[in-house]
């Protein structure tokens, strides 16, 4: 078989098809890129543990095959064809990229996953399928200890994603069961667009499915577990009593600014409120502000919430332009882009002033009246003790002297004993505790050298590799 393929078509397919590739893994399937021609088309395929996605292109065939080879060096050899055309061709029992042949990688390809029985369940996708799920990635909570929050969710009420903090929710109903895909690295990477399809099964002990977009189909396995009901904490249309909105291009001058503030407190308070003018304000913990024209509901009056630098900008960034709340403890709502954002204000404590009201009463009870002059008459006197008041505060009594108090009984031996031995047996308890977090420390940076070493090997290999076939 030979022919020619488009370079930047499948340079492009080769940047997601490398998302699933472990280069460190000691299995070589899990490094390498299988192509099979059949039907006048050439399929493209890598896989994990867990995941496997493909890639079509057209093209002509003679004879069909199916061939595995390591993917750094076939993509090398695609990335340094200097035409735009690249000749493709199998013979021998090898590929040959640009008449560079790539020797075969002996092993058995994992058989793909297929329905078993009648229990397939097909549903239409979104056009913006891939689009929704960029943006509720950033609501993915890939470091979570529950794996089923390191996936989104699909369901009839649409695609949902949430890490407990901020949820995303994209009103679709898709025609299956309710199910959680993983974290779709590889799939996002296509950025695939158009009509598409999604296939779910049960597969023995788990469920499977299959999302087919183009000229993309990426198999997988289903988080298992039940996902948190999200639609408990989706604030109720009568508890939000105020509401702003502005248009997409001041939604962007906001969002210019928002990433121009200092990260001066881990949270990164910004505070949001209606100045005088009756611009929409953000305050950051730095004394700088900015505003832009807004429309305000009727209700909105003084009020104010403070929400985390953060949140803002996922609302931002997935385009909404109206913003709901309820009070200063209620989620607020933001529509007008891609799905609805629901996340928590902060919480702001009370000063210490309104924490102490009393302190404040006690102090102004010590305050020194003015004095009158004894002359004057009873008018003067009201008349100066209104006018010549000075109001200031002074400090709290403090306690000079100590009060008479029983002598301690004598601890014996075996209580200060036992004291000790207490004592030394929690240094003892810290001492081992920080010894063990060193020596995982240690461990750490002996896998991470390792790591180093096998990817320096590797690329050394690579290179040679490189430097053989191009006869330098």
Request: net charge negative; with cysteine; charged share 25%.
């Amino acid at each position: 078989m030979e022919t020619t393929l488009n370079k930047s078509e499948l340079a492009g397919a080769l940047a997601a098809l490398g998302k699933l590739i472990c280069r460190t893994s000691p299995i070589p399937m899990y490094r390498a890129v299988q192509v099979e021609a059949n039907d006048n088309a050439l399929f493209f395929r890598t896989h994990n543990m867990n995941e496997e996605i493909e890639f079509r292109m057209e093209a002509e065939k003679e004879d069909a095959f199916k061939v595995a080879v390591d993917f750094d060096f076939f993509r090398a050899l695609v990335r340094n064809c200097r035409s735009k055309n690249i000749p493709f061709a199998f013979k021998d029992g090898k590929l040959h990229i640009d008449d560079v042949p790539i020797t075969p990688i002996e092993a058995e390809w994992p058989a793909a996953e297929t329905p078993q029985g009648d229990n397939i369940t097909t549903s239409p996708l979104p056009d913006n399928f891939v689009e929704v799920l960029n943006q509720a990635a950033p609501q993915v909570s890939v470091d979570d200890p529950r794996s089923i929050l390191k996936g989104i969710n699909l369901s009839p009420d649409g695609i949902t994603a949430t890490n407990g903090k901020e949820l995303f929710n994209f009103p679709y109903r898709f025609n299956l069961d309710e199910l959680t895909i993983p974290f779709p690295l590889a799939l996002m990477a296509t950025k695939a667009s158009g009509e598409g399809s999604i296939s779910a099964w049960n597969n023995d002990l788990y469920v499977m499915f299959t999302v087919s977009i183009g000229p993309w189909r990426w198999t997988a396995k289903a988080l298992p577990g039940a996902y948190p009901n999200w639609k408990r904490v989706m604030p109720d249309s009568k508890g939000l009593k105020h509401s702003v909105s502005f248009t997409e291009d001041r939604a962007e001058r906001l969002k210019h600014f928002l990433k121009g503030v200092t990260d001066a407190t881990p949270a990164n308070e910004i505070r949001l409120y209606r100045d005088a003018a009756g611009f929409l304000t953000l305050h950051d913990g730095d004394s700088h502000e900015f505003g832009i024209p807004a429309e305000f509901d009727s209700t909105w009056g003084d009020f104010a919430v403070v929400i985390r630098k953060d949140i803002l900008l996922h609302l931002l960034g997935k385009g909404h332009t109206k913003i709901e709340f309820g009070d200063a403890l209620y989620p607020f709502l933001g529509t007008g882009g891609i799905g609805q954002y629901v996340a928590m204000p902060m919480r702001v404590p009370k000063t210490e002033q309104q924490e102490q009201p009393a302190a404040t009463q006690q102090n102004q009870e010590n305050i020194p009246q003015p004095t009158t002059n004894t002359t004057a008459s009873n008018q003067e006197k009201t008349n100066m003790i209104d006018t010549n008041i000075i109001t200031h505060t002074v400090s709290a009594p403090v306690q000079t002297f100590n009060p008479n108090r029983k002598p301690e009984a004598k601890q014996s031996p075996l209580d200060e004993l036992i004291s000790v031995v207490d004592e030394f047996k929690s240094k003892l308890k810290t001492l081992t505790e920080e010894s063990a977090v060193i020596g995982r420390k240690a461990r750490e940076i002996a896998i991470a050298q390792k790591q180093k070493e096998r990817e320096y090997v590797q690329t050394k290999k690579t290179i040679d590799r490189i430097r053989t076939a191009s006869g330098f």
